[in-house]
């Protein structure tokens, strides 16, 4: 079975701070994704990765960083942490295929991130 | 503008009901994917289907079929004789470019 595991499952900051979340993936997986989900706005992508030191902006990346240095390590950064980025953030993996987009994703099981 | 849209947000049913949640979505590619995903209350999303866009053929698999029309845009879920078990957010979601989006799930209850 495919593993993706997110270093933290609750994560409380303070406003300012500097986080990271990591997430690893234990499959050889090509493809790493960062998702934010919210109440009433489901799940918004953030970054994502279809190969090592590889990035590319999803829909909402303003406030966010990521790093991708290993193929099984996908981080995501929040260079200076605000309230409205307290969220449940969800990362994901999938192969890299002829075309990737059809790819199931595979999801760890979230970190729950509070900025106060 | 592609986007997928459940206008369900929250559903109860009573056990042993069955319950259709609904999925529209807009492309304009003529190759696309839709997906479906359940989340349960411990928070992993757990796909649970794939169909490409030149596969009308409806699915079933155990409780659990799905309905795909292009005619109308929709690609709905139904859950036979619902279960506790059952009750979780369900996302429907389709490839756009490269990426996969979201729409913005239905939570349903189930009720013993």
């Known amino acids: 079975d495919v593993k993706v595991t997110q270093s933290s499952r609750y994560l409380v900051k303070r406003t300012g701070e500097k986080v990271f979340l990591e997430c690893v993936q234990d499959?050889?997986?090509?493809?790493m994704f960062w998702y934010r989900q919210d109440p009433g706005l489901g799940l918004r992508l953030i970054y994502f990765?279809?190969?090592?030191?590889?990035?590319e902006k999803g829909d909402i990346p303003e406030g966010y960083s990521v790093s991708r240095e290993k193929k099984e390590r996908f981080s995501l950064i929040l260079e200076s942490a605000s309230t409205n980025q307290t969220s449940m953030y969800l990362c994901a993996s999938s192969p890299s295929t002829a075309s990737s987009y059809n790819s199931p994703l595979h999801f760890g099981n979230g970190t729950r991130l509070t900025v106060t | 503008a592609q986007k997928v849209t459940q206008a369900q947000t929250e559903i109860s049913v009573v056990e042993k009901e069955d319950v259709t949640l609904d999925c529209v979505y807009e492309?304009?590619?003529?190759?696309?994917?839709l997906f479906w995903y359940k989340q349960p209350p411990s928070g992993e999303l757990v796909f649970l289907i794939r169909?490409?866009?030149?596969?009308?053929q409806n699915e079933i698999s155990g409780r659990y079929s799905w309905n795909f029309q292009k005619s109308t845009s929709s690609f709905n879920f139904t859950i036979t004789a619902s279960q506790v078990v059952d009750s979780a957010v369900y996302f429907c979601a389709l490839n756009r470019d490269d990426k996969i989006i979201f729409g913005k799930g239905t939570r349903l209850h189930i009720l013993p």
């Open positions: 499959m050889d997986h090509e493809n």
């Open positions: 990765s279809y190969d090592v030191k590889m990035k």
């Open positions: 492309t304009r590619d003529t190759t696309y994917y």
């Open positions: 169909r490409n866009s030149f596969d009308e």
